[in-house]
T-cell receptor, first 115, second 110 residues
Framework: NAGVTQTPKFRVLKTGQSMTLLCAQDMNHEYMYWYRQDPGMGLRLIHYSVGEGTTAKGEVPDGYNVSRLKKQNFLLGLESAAPSQTSVYFC??????????????FGPGTRLTVT | DAKTTQPPSMDCAEGRAANLPCNHSTISGNEYVYWYRQIHSQGPQYIIHGLKNNETNEMASLIITEDRKSSTLILPHATLRDTAVYYCIVGDDSWGKLQFGAGTQVVVTP
């Protein structure tokens, strides 16, 4: 199993450009999450999904949109990138059920720079 | 407000036990304690979790005080590959929304 994969690994955007980050998992997990990590800081939750077709806001959702059209994929979109969105983006997935949703499996990250 | 307090850094000698403290004095009765670690530039990795009782798995042991206001993660025989940032997290959110703090940077030295 590949686990959780993220595409692309690196990206440089100009202010105002848009892009979509793709997260895919092959573990048949119901729950998926998008986090961002700024230098020297812990991860912060952007959006999450508890199942196909559902999404919800996390701690820092402004400037991002998400979609979960297929169970195995979770897309994170930036409609108009800003320098403040320069960060490393991590995707994670987990199984539902008591406590299992805290045992999250993370992808390798996408390093995004907005100039 | 942060739910946990951890020292910013600590060193450990290779082969020795690493004891990582975490303070969570405001933890409520239905909140669990979770530990993750993040090796440089990689995604975080789940280590262990617990409620009241001490827990052990193949990676580590978790000791929770009787009043549950603090806990200690123990890496029994630290190796160089254990060098990482370790995060202590508390929560009961059924949706699994993890709240990461700054963590403890652990450096294992030869």
């Amino acid at each position: 199993n590949a686990g959780v994969t993220q595409t692309p690994k690196f990206r440089v955007l100009k202010t105002g450009q848009s892009m979509t980050l793709l997260c895919a998992q092959d573990m048949n997990h119901e729950y998926m999450y998008w986090y961002r990590q700024d230098p020297g800081m812990g991860l912060r939750l952007i959006h999450y999904s508890v199942g196909e077709g559902t999404t919800a806001k996390g701690e820092v959702p402004d400037g991002y949109n998400v979609s979960r059209l297929k169970k195995q994929n979770f897309l994170l979109g930036l409609e108009s990138a800003a320098p403040s969105q320069t960060s490393v983006y991590f995707c994670a997935s987990s199984s539902p059920g008591l406590l299992r949703n805290y045992e999250q499996y993370f992808g390798p990250g996408t390093r995004l720079t907005v100039t | 407000d942060a739910k946990t307090t951890q020292p910013p850094s600590m060193d450990c000698a290779e082969g020795r036990a690493a004891n990582l403290p975490c303070n969570h004095s405001t933890i409520s009765g239905n909140e669990y304690v979770y530990w993750y670690r993040q090796i440089h530039s990689q995604g975080p990795q789940y280590i262990i979790h617990g409620l009241k009782n001490n827990e052990t798995n193949e990676m580590a042991s978790l000791i929770i005080t009787e009043d549950r206001k603090s806990s200690t993660l123990i890496l029994p025989h630290a190796t160089l590959r254990d060098t990482a940032v370790y995060y202590c997290i508390v929560g009961d959110d059924s949706w699994g929304k993890l709240q990461f703090g700054a963590g403890t940077q652990v450096v294992v030295t030869p």
